[in-house]
Every structure is written in structure tokens, then in C-alpha cells.
């Protein structure tokens, strides 16, 4: 059984970091590619990173460029998330998924989602 844990949220103020972590298990997941979805209230979800199965490639919306950095630990079946200078706008509910593609970065190409955990950025 595919599961997907995200971990890492939470509340921080305008200006802040924090690094989002999930964990992959129920398969080998490093031929994949991986990626970070957001949600905020009225919102459709909407693509924030993705990334190939080695690494090599790299999709960022263009609202968190130069901001967030994804990366991952095909070791440990781990994709991180590391946010930057946050912004009150990028308050929203957090999603990693996989895809079954090496290469994806649209929200259909994805397969298996986590649960999501909350990232609160206060003004």
C-alpha cells in the first residue's frame, strides 16, 4: 500500500522558512517523479514544485521562484520543500504526490497523494 506522510508545517511570520518533508513507502519510488501541490481556501489546487526522478529537473511556479527549492533523497524516498521569505499568500494546505512518469508537472500526471499539512504564514 502506497502512503505518502507530509510533515513540517505550520504557522510562521512573513519573512520566514520552513522546510516540508514527506515520505514515501509502500514502493521504491526513485524512478518516479515527485512533486508539491498547494491548496488555499476557495482555491483550486495548483502545482508549486516538482521534480524528476534524478533530480536533474526542476518546475517551480512562478509565484515561488527564487523563494522555494525542491529536492529529494531517493535513499530515503523523501521529497523536501524548502520555503523561503514566505509570503502571507502562500498560506494553504500542502500536498505531496507521486507520479508513476519520471518526469511530470501538471496535476493530472500524478498518482498517489498524501494528506496534506497546513502552512499558516501570518502578516
Known amino acids: 500500500q502506497v502512503q505518502l506522510v507530509e510533515s513540517g508545517g505550520g504557522l510562521v511570520q512573513a519573512g520566514g522558512s520552513l522546510r516540508l518533508s514527506c515520505a514515501a513507502s509502500?514502493?521504491?519510488?526513485?524512478?518516479?517523479?515527485m512533486g508539491w501541490f498547494r491548496q488555499a481556501p476557495g482555491k483550486e489546487r495548483e502545482l508549486v514544485a516538482a521534480?524528476?526522478?534524478?533530480?536533474?529537473?526542476?518546475d517551480l511556479a512562478d509565484s515561488v521562484k527564487g523563494r522555494f527549492t525542491i529536492s529529494r533523497d531517493n535513499a530515503k524516498n523523501t521529497v523536501y520543500l524548502q520555503m523561503n521569505s514566505l509570503k502571507p499568500e502562500d498560506t494553504a494546505i500542502y500536498y505531496c504526490?507521486?507520479?508513476?512518469?519520471?518526469?511530470?508537472?501538471?496535476?493530472?500526471?500524478?498518482?498517489?497523494w498524501g494528506q496534506g499539512t497546513q502552512v499558516t504564514v501570518s502578516s
Open positions: 504526490a507521486v507520479s508513476l512518469r519520471t518526469v511530470a508537472s501538471t496535476i493530472s500526471e500524478y498518482d498517489y
Open positions: 509502500g514502493r521504491t519510488f526513485s524512478r518516479y517523479a
Open positions: 521534480i524528476s526522478w534524478i533530480g536533474a529537473r526542476t
